[in-house]
């Protein structure tokens, strides 16, 4: 089944040290989004990609970086992780961002990250 | 700017009892209308889409949408919840100007046995 993969599903990690979360799909989707969800919060886009071209969201902290190697995978870097950056990051795909057209976002299950 | 406000955070319910989840955007341009499912520790999952067309959506598991213009709504209904439907539901737009999903904060579905 064509799907989108997070790994790992938990992460855990230590005050200001870097992290890494991934992302890969096998819908060949163009475009690949990063949220942040924190607990009872709504998902916040962070950026995305769409092919190798990157859109960051105005209010996404310089701590978060993203890379596109390619079109399967998406990672999302944090440079020096904070006790308030401890969240869900969700990672979605969807075919094109074209705002005259509806793109259906499809999420992968989530990568929970804690900060200790 | 758009926005969505879902009017209720927690909805507890009676199994088999009807439930609604209510949702109401703001937006100066047309939008395109979800409503998603997150159940604990996993990502999003579509129940339904309004696009265009007739106003009344089913979605997956038995459940559906009305999409209201002149109210700016698109409560999700179900008439009769399991305990499996116990999670978090989230309404969202995507506007025809900027092609992203905006989320409401989320209402959180407690099916009682």
């Known amino acids: 089944d064509a799907m989108v993969i997070q790994n790992p599903r938990y992460q855990v990690t230590q005050f200001g040290k870097p992290v890494t979360l991934s992302c890969s799909q096998t819908?060949?989707?163009?475009?690949m989004y990063w949220y942040q969800q924190k607990s009872s919060q709504a998902p916040k886009l962070l950026f995305h990609?769409?092919?190798?071209?990157?859109?960051n969201e105005a209010d996404t902290p310089d701590n978060f970086q993203s890379r596109r190697p390619n079109t399967s995978f998406c990672f999302l870097d944090i440079r020096s992780p904070g006790l308030g950056d401890a969240a869900m990051y969700l990672c979605?795909?969807?075919?094109?961002?074209?705002?005259?057209?509806?793109?259906?976002?499809?999420f992968g299950p989530g990568t929970r990250l804690t900060v200790l | 700017a758009q926005s969505v406000t879902q009017l209720d955070s927690q909805v507890p319910v009676f199994e088999e009892a009807p439930v609604e989840l209510r949702c109401n955007y703001s937006?100066?341009?047309?939008?395109?209308l979800f409503w998603y499912v997150q159940y604990p520790n996993q990502g999003l999952q579509l129940l339904l889409k309004?696009?265009?067309?007739?106003?009344l959506v089913k979605g997956i598991n038995g459940f559906e949408a009305e999409f209201n213009k002149s109210q700016t709504s698109f409560h999700l209904r179900k008439p009769s919840v399991h305990i499996s439907d116990t999670a978090e539901y989230f309404c969202?737009?995507?506007?025809?100007?900027?092609?992203?999903?905006?989320f409401g904060q989320g209402t959180t579905l407690q099916v009682k046995p």
């Open positions: 979605a795909t969807s075919r094109d961002d074209r705002p005259s057209s509806y793109n259906e976002q499809f």
């Open positions: 819908l060949n989707h163009n475009v």
């Open positions: 990609y769409y092919d190798k071209d990157f859109n």
């Open positions: 937006s100066s341009v047309s939008v395109y």
């Open positions: 309004y696009l265009s067309g007739s106003t």
């Open positions: 969202a737009v995507c506007s025809s100007n900027t092609g992203k999903l905006i």
